[in-house]
């Protein structure tokens, strides 16, 4: 049936089919990413220097939510060990980049000759996520053997482990201390670029064969097995991306920040970002995306009221742990009324193109 | 010799009270498939009870451990109310993010509401004395914690055996609709699981005050974290395995604390987990999980 309808069909059409789906993802991961963009460049022309390194951080957020969102909305696996893979960006770079005068220093008696190693910002940070990479293989041989609970207990095992390292190998880490001198070599022009380039990659993935294959291994294991889906290899597969991806969002941030400590890569970052993204929707890319600016904005202005603000005459006090009740309150509430999140199922690009087709009509 | 029985001990100690934790946790993962990252918050309202009391005057320790037990059970059956209520039918992932979101408000709650500095709490001091046995020398609390965890997980054992209630929770563990169906209602049947799970974390929270001598905000999480580990090395949902894996995971960190030299001893919670997830690797299931399948028929 499906045969004589292929030939029937001008040649043209179904050799243009394959490209066309790509086109169509593609252009879908750049829409999202207009948001993102239309953010970046406003602040880029206006806003003073402090809004531009509150943005910064902002998208390392959004790197970050958006690898997170690769493993997590695909393979329903709650994973909260993340933020280990930042972490390893980060000091990956740190260790690799920074200039020996500063390592004299901070870490002196580097072990394997790092004390005497100095490369630059590119082809460290190409190492640094080699490392990522060949540690989120590893971890995720073993998370893609694991379902639910127990994986995501290993994802948190994974966070505990490379934190205890990060403080007690104080030769190579400096342990709790801060380390600093980091070349700074990353801007907002960067951080957009790097922003949109892993947007669109989410969303390939997301609707390629392989994220498709994911998707609905985790929607109906048996009926996916029956098919011949190999889930564990693409449970790996979206896992390694995903580090992959958490990894850039550290060395970013290693090389705007210019300083990291450990504490940094630990659990706050675990709360922050997966609230991100269970508020705008974990299923989609346009739902990490919109999470984070949401979240974002709402937690700078929550921020400026726990630091204790004067309204009229009236100075009220501190209020530390108010962004974290917000967060926390922001988690169930969705989860309770809206657990697809804001953004639901559908992308940005889908949304707008069933309302053209509405108002078309 | 001295030595090894206190660090033989040590571990008992230690692995009971994992246990009492991990098999609250069981107890609620067995019955509605929720996995309760907010026990620890449950630990740490029971904990912060019993400084408030303090603080008000109420200073007989007896007072104190009714209160800790009785707080932690309140805490427990009022969070199912609030927040897992609305999850109960939803995916495992929903119901763990749900409860990972609780114990973000509730830490975040300590901190707002008393202080992010730790506490002192000096009530149940008195519970930690050396006691000696001829030449040995042993402290009470570890005594009375192994003592007291065993007489618990006895009671538990019973309760869920005899009586109508346990009976009603073990059924539902297996087949909640059926239960359902049999005329028994699914509030008390849930309520209860997580009032037991509540007083298990109450006992627990006894201890640490009494070993602690403070109150801190994240008090329970890092408990909890060693617990849902022992949980997953028991095979989640199974109470032999929860308390089976409290043990061995007290016996493998103290095993660590005394084979590792001092200026590694940083690594031990690092080593404690690459231990564990290898475990994993042999045995996904669990050491005494069953190998289950979507669709195998139960037994």
């Not at chain 1, 045969?3 to 394959?18: G, L, S, Y």
């Not at chain 1, 670029?193 to 985790?218: C, E, H, T």
């Not at chain 2, 043990?247 to 590792?260: H, N, S, W, Y």
Request: charged content about 10%.
């Amino acid at each position: 049936m499906s045969q004589v309808i292929e030939n029937t069909a001008p040649p043209a059409a179904t050799v243009m089919r394959p490209s066309s789906a790509l086109t169509r993802s593609l252009i879908g991961g750049l829409v999202t990413s207009l948001p993102v963009l239309a953010i970046g460049l406003a602040i880029l022309g206006f806003a003073p220097t402090y809004y531009t390194y509150l943005a910064l951080g902002a998208f390392v957020n959004l790197i970050v939510v958006v690898g997170l969102q690769v493993f997590m909305g695909n393979s329903n696996i709650a994973n909260l060990g993340h933020s280990a893979f930042v972490g390893l960006g980060a000091y990956g770079v740190a260790i690799l980049s920074t200039p020996l005068a500063m390592k004299k220093l901070s870490i002196p008696n580097a072990p394997f000759g790092f004390a005497t190693l100095q490369l630059d910002p590119v082809s460290s940070a190409l190492i640094a996520l080699v490392v990522v990479g060949i540690v989120a293989a590893i971890s995720g041989k073993v998370i893609s053997r694991l379902s639910g609970v127990a994986a995501t207990i290993v994802s948190l095992a994974l966070l505990i482990i490379v934190h205890s390292v990060f403080l007690n190998w104080t030769d190579l880490f400096k342990g709790n201390q801060a380390f600093f001198g980091i070349p700074k070599v990353v801007g907002l022009p960067w951080m957009l670029v790097s922003s949109v380039v892993v947007i669109v990659l989410a969303r390939l993935f997301k609707d390629s064969r392989w994220g498709l294959q994911l998707r609905a291994s985790a929607q109906s294991p048996q009926a996916a097995a029956a098919l011949g889906i190999d889930a564990r290899r693409l449970r790996l597969m979206s896992w390694v991306l995903s580090a992959l991806i958490c990894g850039l969002a550290g060395v970013l941030y290693a090389y705007f920040a210019g300083t990291i400590s450990p504490k940094l890569f630990y659990f706050q970052m675990i709360f922050n970002t997966l609230a991100m993204l269970i508020l705008g929707g974990m299923a989609t890319v346009t739902g990490a995306v919109t999470g984070v600016i949401v979240l974002s904005v709402g937690l700078e202005f929550i921020r400026s009221i726990e630091s204790g603000v004067t309204i009229g005459s009236i100075q009220l006090p501190q209020l530390l742990g108010l962004s974290g009740v917000a967060l926390g309150v922001v988690i169930v509430l969705c989860m309770a009324f809206r657990p697809g999140g804001i953004s639901g199922r559908y992308e940005l690009d889908e949304l707008l193109s069933r309302f053209f087709r509405r108002n078309a009509k | 010799m001295d030595y090894a029985l206190q660090q033989l001990l040590n571990a008992l100690a230690f692995g009971a009270e994992y246990s009492l934790v991990a098999l609250g946790l069981a107890v609620v993962f067995s019955i509605m498939g929720l996995v309760n990252f907010a026990h620890g918050e449950i630990i740490g309202v029971s904990a912060y009870s019993v400084f408030l009391a303090a603080a008000l005057g109420l200073t007989s320790p007896f007072v104190a451990v009714l209160l800790a037990v009785a707080a932690a059970a309140l805490a427990a059956v009022a969070f199912e109310r609030v927040a897992f209520r609305p999850v109960r039918y939803a995916p495992t992932t929903t119901g763990l993010l749900t409860a990972f979101g609780v114990s973000i408000v509730v830490q975040n709650l300590f901190m707002l509401l008393i202080s992010p500095k730790p506490q002192s709490v000096s009530i149940l001091n008195g519970l930690n004395q050396m006691w000696f046995f001829g030449p040995f020398a042993v402290s009470s609390l570890q005594v009375m914690e192994l003592v007291v965890s065993g007489l618990t997980i006895l009671a538990l054992v019973l309760f869920l055996n005899r009586s109508t209630l346990g009976l009603a929770i073990r059924a539902a563990s297996r087949d909640f609709a059926t239960v359902r169906l049999m005329g028994i209602k699914a509030n008390r049947v849930i309520a209860t699981a997580f009032a037991i799970s509540g007083a298990l974390a109450g006992i627990a929270a006894v201890f640490i005050i009494a070993r602690r001598g403070s109150v801190s905000p994240d008090l329970g999480f890092s408990l909890v974290l060693k617990a849902f580990v022992a949980c997953v090395i028991g095979g989640f949902g199974s109470l032999a395995g929860a308390a089976a894996g409290g043990m061995l995971l007290g016996f493998i960190e103290v095993g660590l604390l005394v084979a590792l030299p001092q200026e590694y001893g940083g690594f031990k919670d690092a080593l404690t987990y690459v231990i564990i997830v290898a475990l994993l690797v042999y045995r996904p299931e669990g050491l005494l999980g069953q190998r289950v399948e979507l669709g195998d028929k139960e037994i």
